[in-house]
């Protein structure tokens, strides 16, 4: 099947203004008679949540954390992008539209990335007016920078908290209409299924964290804002909460899942130090501003260096290879993260690895330090520098970091339209959790900008026309299609409860996450990654065979929440494996090792892959059924990237 | 940069030596761990001893492995709330050897087990307070915090209609002092540190960066008053200064914001016409 992207006709600049004007309105008297459901409280759950209340929709957000303001997007620290142009250096909206897309190496669609820079700049006005704190110059108006390889400076950001301090404001708003009334808010409650009544989303079912008790929630629209799967990898820089299960149980009801294999491998994370780590720390891509990444020029000298028989320091300037800086003169090291993390992975399979593990570059400030003083570095990354030296024990202003790839950010996601609208009408979704603006890779700054233009000025306009056309009368929450969605779930959470076998759920994924880097991480080939799927077939039978889930269903189990998302990631796992598969071209983050330049960059086949790869669930242990989104290009023309 | 994160900084310094020295060393270790099947469970102490633990792992994972070994053995996990593992979620909560979050001014994630020696008991308990209560083992229900967000702890606009961002121009000391106080996580570490259960840091917190932001003005009064009431409400204690929430804090958020609410909060009685 070909997908409509609903993506409206006319000129670029053009259609979002049109697209909101033909849009249809709910009459403002009728707008509280609607309930729509917000599943996930970061910043396109928050944002969206409130935007809705404001309008006087009824609104029930959902989140598994404790309290909404502790999802991940909090965790974001560079900043956020914008095209106000403040800097004068030529900025424009259709600057960061044709960064965005070249970025995300001509693998998105065209019309969603010029709304996004077009609605940037009311984001940072929005959150301005919410008190968000963010860095000013001494002439008390804000402060931009350049980011993540971008050429112009139009990141705004809050200390090395942006994430953060944008969270706060979206919750501050949130946390206005649940005091209005207009949110009722149900923390530590998990969305289990979405319920569906005719192909349309009508309800969702949750299990209370805390009772194990099992509920459903009808509403007239479904908006999940569930975030991205880089749990998958088991290590990623993801909360340890991050998980798929409501996006992919969505997918089992309908909605189609797009491009599961685009994940993004941040370059700057503290390398792995042992089998007992739980979680990878990201160093935020500022550092590259300053910091130069290298290894030592042979492999005998970073031999020694593993060895710890020299010193980083011991190694002269001659036998360093700053490999960023000799292969892309023009970028250096602020090359974008695909780019960056594939050759970092490429010297350490070099056997140029700098730590004991092989799997490790320096990051140097020592001649920034020489250039500006320590003082200026501190001024600038202190925060970092201590969280580095907090997690390793090592003083980075006296010995380069090291650093190595991690997985960070998904560019996968449900599919959805232009009125981010999945396949299943009703069911909206928004932020990472979709599919839609970043292609085949994500530039720095722009995951929260994606995450709040779509919370606070794309989902207000395009779910009132749908609302408008299926009317306000209440949806049936006794219709048969919510008790057989809860029972459902209540038989899946038996079924684990019941297995009683001799593994632990973190083996499962822990073994399945290494699958995964292994053959479907920053380099893959159709070899690996068909032996992969066998290996995830059976893992996933071992799984339903023999893991080990104590305790209830009635009662707070960790346990059993976390055997019910990684049975999720391994299913996943598989469908992510199927279409690094199909794609069998490079682009941005998915690297086929068969197409290459011959410099070994990334080299797209646009004849054959100029479309969006979105997946439909046919059957429990069926193959899914590839259903494709042609991209076409109007506005730009595609060009191989380059960052020589 | 202010000061209090210089002197941290100072203290890490010196423990750079020590951490090299400690590299690859596997302790064993006493925990005594509060175990409470539920809320209305009187709960108790639990000693569990553990081995092979690497001085690279951070306490989280320290409790990870743990938690493997119970489940192999067939028994009960310990409960804990944890998520981000950076520092930043403010989800993670232990308190450990009568500090919340442990030894270390950071959040438990960021705390490593190179901070602790060969041999050590380690105790390891919830945040105590009554505005704070036992979910299950080391988990405890925070809600009253969003709550005392809910009553006043923002800006009251909408989507949309806001002026260009650069039509509020803040000077970058004001800006830069509301940062600080915004950079509060909602851990409850402060409230757990005092020995009355106090809240103040964490409230004065939010009511300082906006009463110092143009933003905030407009309901600068009523923002105190509200918030403070939903603050007793909540059933947390009094502040009698003695500090420990301060010293505490893993972001390191400063007494000052309690005098400024308690500025702010004095000069609203006397507007006020509720209070």
Redesign the interface.
Known sequence: MILDSKAPIGPLAEKWTKHKFNSKLVNPANKRKYEVIVVGTGLAGA?AA??LA?LGYKVKAFCF????????S??AQGGINAA?N?QNDGDSVFRLFYDTIKGGDYRSRESNVYRLAEVSV?I????????V??????????ANRSFGGAQVSRTFY??G?T???LL?GA???L??Q??NGKVK?Y?RTEMMDVVTIDGHARGIVTRNL?TGAIETHAAHAVLLCTGGYGNVFFLS?N???SNVTAAWRAHKKGAYFANPCYTQIHPTCIPV??D????L??MSESLRNDGRVWVPKTKETAEKLRKGEIKPKDIKDEDRDYYLERKYPSFGNLVPRDVASRNAKDVCDEGRGVNETGQAVFLDFRDAINRDSEDAI??RY??LF??Y???T???PYQTPMKIYPAVHYTMGGLWVDYNLSTTVPGLYSLGEANFSDHGANRLGASALMQGLADG??VI?YTIGDYLAQIGPAPVDANHPAFAEAEKGVKDAIQKLLSINGSK?V?YFHKKLGHIMWEYCGMARNAEGLTKAKGMIQDLKKEFWKDV?V??ANE??N??LEKASRVADFLELGELMIDDALNRNESCGGHFRTESQTPEGEALRDDENYAYVAAWKFIAENAPEELNKEPLEFENVKLTQRSYK | ?SKT?HR??VV??AR?HV??E??YKHMKLTLKIWRQ??AGDKGSFVTYPIDGI?T???F??MM??LN?EL??N????V?F???????????CSLYINGHPHGPKQ?TTC?L?M?SFSDGDTITIEPWRAKAFPV??DL?V???S??RI????????????G?????E?????RI??E??DS??C??CGACVAACKNASAMLFTSAKIS??AM?P??QVERMSRAEKMVAQMDAEGFGACTNTGACEAECPKGISLTNIARMNREYFAASVKSETV
């Open positions: 944002s409130a935007s404001e954390q404790d309290s909404p303001r502790r999802a991940h909090i965790a106000k403040y009311n940072i006005d929005q959150c301005v007016a919410q008190g704190p963010f860095a000013r110059e001494y002439g008390g108006l804000l809050a200390r908290q994430g953060q301090q706060l919750y501050s708003a946390s206005r649940v005091a808010l923390p805390i820089t909360a340890m909460g130090s042992g007992h780590q739980s979680k720390t990201l501190r001024a202190g925060n201590d969280m030296q907090q997690i024990g090592e003083n606070y000025f207000p632990t973190d080990k104590l305790g009662e707070l960790q346990t | 940069m994160i941290v900084k890490r310094r750079f951490a090299i400690k590299k099947k539920n690497s690279d792992m951070s989280l994972e990870d492995v493997e489940t192999a067939g028994e009960d996990p409960h709330d944890h998520d981000c593992r950076e520092g930043i979620c403010g989800m950071t960021q490593h190179r979910v299950k988990v229900d925070r809600s915090f969003d967000i809910q009553a006043g702890g923002y800006v009251s606009v909408n989507t949309g806001v002026p260009d961002a650069n509020i121009p803040i000077p970058k800006a830069d509301a940062f915004a950079t996580i909602g960066q906006l932001l933003q905030g």
